[in-house]
């Protein structure tokens, strides 16, 4: 009998090793990570050729060390940054390049002693730092002259580097990022929309959330959008100094002819900036001074469609990751259920089926006798820790965002409806069948809050034509989909309860309705 947590370790590792091929193919992801998922690939195919569930869940390791922890650590270090705190950063950054030696991850150390120098005001530190490294002829060195560029504010040069390197612009989206820059800031914003027209699917696929929401925050303020510079700032990038925000924000505000008020606003700023940002500030000041050709039609148009999406994406998309405070019926269920597990072990009952029973585990024949409780308490037991990490963590993954469309009231109903009703469904198939199984697991409500995440977009799809609305419903036709498949390969998983949780989440969601509506004009 197939081992199911071998089956989804090995799923996991085919599906990351194809989608880090298209990611490379799109210039999102640098080629070492074609090294990385080919490794575990390869590891994850010996044991399944050979049969060993050990050597698949070596891959599954694999992939959560060299995959998983770098991605994070590199995020994290990023985030730093942006907070101005380059020691946690330079650390995290260290342990991420351990992990992910190749693609020049190494020099992202001393990267950030220069971004450090530059913000005490040492700019010929930082020049001198990164100097060794723009004379590598590899993306080290491509990246160090950026990065220089970029502390000096010599947009130009960025500019002349890319006409001499089209090829480079088009393979890595960090370049890309460089010179969409550049090109607003040198007043040329015409260019600078068309050059983000080009690469504008591609943009709105890059997985770092920093990186893809700095591009768009240059495109609207930039372009004179001071309401969507706004909002992107709210977003993975409200982490960053107020300085930051109040600088792109007087931008903003400056492109958009708002001339008098955005002197004023960088002239307040001047008051305590260190010299870094006095130089920049007066940049400002001095640009203010200087018109900029206002955008045709067709350019307006496309930054105010990409501002309509953006509105779009904060309600239906990745854009809007809510808090934990904001998401306390999610985190409450999880604590739900981590108590129940703690039960368990107190019976020592992680996985003696007698024991699951006693503590109401689902029993066909139990419930029609009249032990109807079993349909709700089934949801709060798991067989084993490897059920429970899964299931709460998809929890923990999906529940927020689902929560976040539902408010608290509606989630705790769909919950709960979705987990009863697919305890009911398993019953009944029982019933049917005549097959006697015992079933526990909160997977059943989990896909319900999928169900209703899916339903929430379908709405925000028909109503309102949202394009972030209807890729992330096909994505969570996909992970029902997905969760199909596995359930045809693994015996152990219940189908009847997934399927029958996730339809009951769609119904009662589209029944209840939701707040991801279009808000009022006021």
């Given amino acids: 009998m197939p081992n199911w947590p071998d089956i989804v370790f090995w799923w996991l590792t085919a599906t990351s090793t194809l989608w880090a091929v298209m990611q490379v193919r799109q210039g999102i992801v640098q080629r070492g990570w074609l090294v990385v998922f080919a490794t575990i690939m390869a590891v994850a195919l010996v044991g399944r050729l050979l049969g060993q569930p050990v050597v698949i869940g070596i891959a599954g390791a694999l992939w959560l060390v060299f995959v998983c922890l770098p991605s994070i650590l590199s995020n994290a270090s990023t985030r730093q940054v942006i907070r101005e705190r380059y020691g946690p950063a330079k650390r995290l950054a260290d342990l991420a ?129 001071p309401e969507a510079a706004e909002r992107i700032l709210g977003g993975s990038l409200a982490t960053a100094p107020p300085l930051y925000r109040d600088y792109w924000l007087a931008t903003a505000r400056l492109r958009a002819g708002e001339n008098d008020t955005a002197r004023a606003e960088f002239e307040h700023l001047l008051v305590g900036a260190d010299d870094v940002w006095a130089k920049a500030i007066g940049r400002r000041i001095a640009a203010s001074h200087e018109p900029i050709p206002p955008l045709d039609e067709s350019r307006q148009a496309l930054v105010a469609e990409e501002a309509t999406s953006l509105e779009a994406e904060i309600r239906f998309g990745k854009k809007s990751p809510p808090s934990a405070g904001a998401s306390l019926v999610t985190w409450s269920l999880v604590a739900l259920n981590s108590l129940a597990f703690a039960l368990q072990l107190a019976f020592d009952g992680s996985t003696d089926l007698k024991v ?35 299931n709460l963590g998809a929890l923990a993954t999906l529940g927020p965002q689902a929560e976040a469309g539902l408010g608290r009231g509606r989630t705790l109903v769909v919950y709960f409806l979705a987990g009863v009703g697919s305890m009911a469904a398993v019953a009944a198939q029982s019933w049917i069948t005549g097959e006697r199984l015992i079933a526990v697991g909160a997977s059943g409500a989990v896909m319900g809050l999928i169900g209703a995440t899916a339903a929430m977009m379908l709405r925000g799809w028909f109503n309102e034509g949202a394009v972030a609305a209807r890729n992330r419903g096909l994505a969570m036709a996909g992970v029902v989909l997905a969760q199909m498949v596995i359930d045809t390969l693994v015996p152990q998983l219940s189908f009847t309860a997934h399927l029958s949780g996730a339809v009951i989440g769609f119904v009662a969601t589209l029944l209840l309705g939701d707040r991801l509506g279009r808000p009022a004009a006021s």
């Fill in 97 to 225: 390049a351990l992990l992910h030696p190749a693609d020049g991850w190494s020099g992202a150390s001393r990267f950030i002693d220069a971004v450090a120098l530059t913000a005490r005001g040492d700019e010929d530190g930082a020049v001198a730092v990164l100097e060794p490294l723009c004379r590598l002829g590899n993306m080290v060195g491509q990246r160090a002259n950026l990065l220089r560029c970029r502390l000096t504010q010599n947009w130009a040069e960025i500019l002349a580097w890319s006409a001499a390197n089209p090829g480079m612009v088009e393979r890595d989206v960090e370049l890309l990022a460089a010179v969409i820059r550049a090109l607003g800031e040198t007043g040329d914003t015409a260019g600078m929309v068309d050059l983000y027209r080009r690469h504008r699917k591609r943009i709105g696929a890059i997985p770092l959330a920093i990186l893809r929401d700095s591009i768009q925050l240059n495109l609207f303020a930039l372009a004179g959008h």
């Fill in 356 to 390: 699951l029973h006693d503590l109401g585990a689902l029993c066909a024949d139990c419930v029609g006798r009249g032990e109807w409780w079993r349909l709700l308490t089934a949801t709060f037991l798991h067989l084993g820790p490897l059920h429970l990490i899964m």
